[in-house]
């Protein structure tokens, strides 16, 4: 395949969509973002990387953090983790306390924002860092040494952050969170904050399309629990639209406030496309749309 | 009327639930209330004070303080807090976030903890001391200088208050606080946490059958807000079981899950029953069955 | 009291809203009602009838007849009636189907449509004519022997019953009908399709403020079952507006999407007011403006 | 690949989870099933089928009847369709009416039970006989023309079909039904009811792994829209679990409560599992496991 110039008909998709969406605005460090940035890149299994547009323009990557925090839970053996959240979508927007109130302080999934407290609980008492370790993570499967926390991001982030401290409650109130409310919120917005490139990104989330190889070739999740990642990313990674996602893309992904998504062709690839507006879902217009077209061009879905 | 021996009556009636219900065992501090404990005491409008059982034994008054931060608020020309706080019956358990989620950050009303919340943030906004604001209140009403706040309460309140913040940071988030979260709580845990007797309770709450005239015939009240502190109180005072405390004792009344009940005869008098045992609606069942019998025996129910 | 002065008072804080609220328009026989028309009755326990306005007009009373035939069903000993439906105010829009769902088929009182029908089926199960017996209690008590069901009104509300249908079968699937889904609709459009005036609602609800007594002094209640009747009324009459309705009529009442509203004086009378203009919650706007201005005038308020 | 051994090893699976799950029993024409049977089949798109078990015993195939009137519907042209019905995951059981009011009566996706009454309302529109043509369809692709209709199945559904008749009457209060009440229902339960085997319903399902191409090698969809059907499935196929039968099985698949499961194995067989004993969500307990062992065994999942 000609990766260029797919990643080019993907641009002129993404394009076509300027003027749809909103920038996320809840913090004040996100709003700033230029609303005609695009960038795209592919990081394939047989080691090719390309891109187009703002492909090496870091972004903040927030919510595409969920999915690291994930796998390096299970890469622990963190299979426990089920127990304290579940994998099933839920039907409601990411941050919302109903189902939670209703299902007693169980998270439908490890992508809602509470599934994700979670998730970085568990990984802060496996670690000691949570946030470090996804941050080395990404650095280390991209090889980009200057990948870094946006320290202003993670600070905005904290000052406006109350539905997540009531979130985070709420999972304390009911016994699901192991370390303390404000240190699991630390981790939390740290991991959010962390400013790459779609060329890191498709790099970082490589192995989920390798069947959980590491760039080196060392194994970061089975074979087995690499699919079942996918299976996750696939049924709940785009919030409230992961139905849409799976009908108009047919990959598994996994999308950010910042305008990120990261998807999976399973054995082939890993994507990421990035433009900063999104749709009332969430999930960002363009790079959505540019997934779209990509998948349609080249039929590589996993339908 | 024999109010000496309709109280003794009533005290029967409360005697006969004896092994119905449970002692909050929400935090420590409450869990070790003596089971057999019962007061119930009456305090009317011409000056009369009666009493039975430990109806001067100090209990801790938990949500029965809500209504006197109401009425605080009411008094300093609060009507504003009616665009933060409605007044129906919420139809679901005092705790809950799921409502507040649906109606975006505006409690259903001042008795749930949230809409308390809103209550005592406005109080502390207009007094700058709303937990000392209530204890004065109770304290002058009483005449009881001795009555005051009991730190341990207070304090285990706090530490096992995640639902609560939980509530306080989804406020905040809908922007329904206009102090710090934690000032916030810390001023709700304190009037939570102050301790007073049924004779108290009795005395503190009569203003509310006497139009709202106080212990020395200043007005609190105009009567007419008395008479409608008096309507939320029979809608909404009794959490989720509002439409039952209704049918059967036929009062406005407040509850607390320290197992006290203040209910109002109104022109007439106050009353307030004490037992430790809650029914799953978090009401004392000796107390509601005390205050079903005085009003079934006398007819002072206001049908 | 001048019963003829108050009651021009208040019709004039009713036609003081006039230009507000909107007239009912789900099935066409309402949506022709004159937005102008206003009337006003008061029936006292001493034999007093007095009225302003269109008193005498028929409406189609709607929900007002879930009243009498909660009244008919706990007349002929009904108190099973509470295992199938409680008597907690909704917290929902009268006729939502959420908490049925989320309470498993049991309604969560008489008053919201779920409930009524209930009530309608016991009725209809006790007599064989639930609708006809409506009819019948409201001509003794007003001793109207006109006063007739609209068939065109029952008709058109059969047309356009889909919800109603929705409430009675998923009640029918919790086997909380005891007759025929079609059946029970039959009766409950014939109640709810009586047309009667302001003067027959008065003198047929008196009996609520005459401790359960009727028009000739036979006794249709106990005086304790009609103190808890009003207690239902004041908790759960006026749909989702419960609270708002204490707060400023301060009177058990219960409303009806017609545009009446019958309100209960205890120990002393009942008043009807109606107008066809509604607010968002269905309640006449005219008719609580008048109610209200009535009881701020008098005192009247339970409380 | 050894077909014959993969099914025998798959059975072994599903056997082993005897005693497990609950048969149907809302009606009693399901509740007699045979706890122990079980069979499984797979139909290759070059032409191949196997089996193993009750392979060719007939079991009434239910709701995964849903996924052919989708099939149909988008096969006329059908695209509107999304206008009426959603393609998101619920998050609510099948046949819950919550949802459905909170999102003004469009249904989530088209296999809640909610979303396939208008399915099945469309394509009554569309053909004059939805069930007809759901089953002359299984017929043709099945090449058994002795699949038929159970009509005891279908009238017990229809005699016991409350809740159903709840969702068909709420939808047309929404103004989403076409055709009467009745008809839909009567529709919606002779799909339902149709009898067919593992080996038909493998042969019949085989066109969505074989880019929309019929057994003849006519279209039925297009490649693009076998896609986007695979996507729905995999996203709500399996009711409120369709997450965990991601995460273990890894292939779209419905489901129903007959017992019955038919998954696509993309661009290479459909497979259909049966057994009737049903987990807490309502799918086959021995079927999933069947399934879950073989693409374990295979690794033919689509992540």
């Known amino acids: 395949m000609d990766y260029e110039e797919l990643l080019r008909e993907a641009m002129r998709a993404a394009r076509a969509t300027a003027g749809r969406g909103r920038i996320a605005d809840y913090i004040p460090a996100l709003a700033g973002a230029d609303p005609h940035a695009f960038g795209m890149a592919i990081a394939t299994v047989d080691g090719q990387v390309h891109g187009v547009g703002d492909w090496e323009r870091p972004f903040s990557i927030q919510s595409v953090s969920k999915l690291f925090s994930l796998v390096l839970v299970l890469a622990h053996g963190g299979d426990a983790l089920w127990r304290r959240v579940g994998r099933e979508p839920s039907g409601n927007p990411f941050n919302s306390l109903v189902q ?11 992508f809602i924002n509470a599934g994700a407290l979670v ?22 499967e991209s090889g980009n040494p200057d990948l870094a926390t946006d320290r202003d991001i993670a600070a905005s982030e904290a000052a406006h952050g ?8 709420f999972l304390a ?10 240190q699991v919120l630390e981790h939390y917005y740290g991991q959010c904050a962390i400013a790459a490139s779609c060329r ?13 190889l590491r760039v080196g070739g060392a194994r970061l999740l089975s074979g087995s629990d690499a699919k079942r990642v996918n299976a996750v990313l696939l049924t709940c ?7 849409d996602f799976a009908y108009r893309v047919g ?21 990421c496309a990035w433009g900063p507006a999104l749709d009332a879902a969430g999930n960002s217009v363009a790079a959505v749309a540019a997934l779209d077209a990509f998948t349609t061009a080249t039929g590589l879905s996993v339908f």
């Not at 939670?100 to 998270?107: C, T, V």
């Open 200 to 212: 890191d990104l498709a790099l970082a989330g490589r192995f989920l399309a390798h069947h959980g």
């Open 162 to 169: 109350h539905l997540n401290a009531a979130l985070a409650h």
């Open 100 to 110: 939670l109130e209703n299902e007693q302080g169980i998270p439908r999934n490890p």
């Open 119 to 140: 998730v970085t609980d568990r990984l802060l008492s496996l670690t000691g860092d949570a946030a470090g370790q996804v941050r080395e993570l990404l650095r280390a």
């Open 251 to 271: 990959l598994p992904g996994k999308s950010g406030v910042g305008g990120g998504v990261l998807a999976v062709v399973p054995g082939r690839a890993a994507l």
């Open 173 to 182: 109130s009911h016994g699901n969170l192991e370390n303390e409310v404000e």
């Open 237 to 243: 990674g785009t919030y409230d639209a992961a139905g």
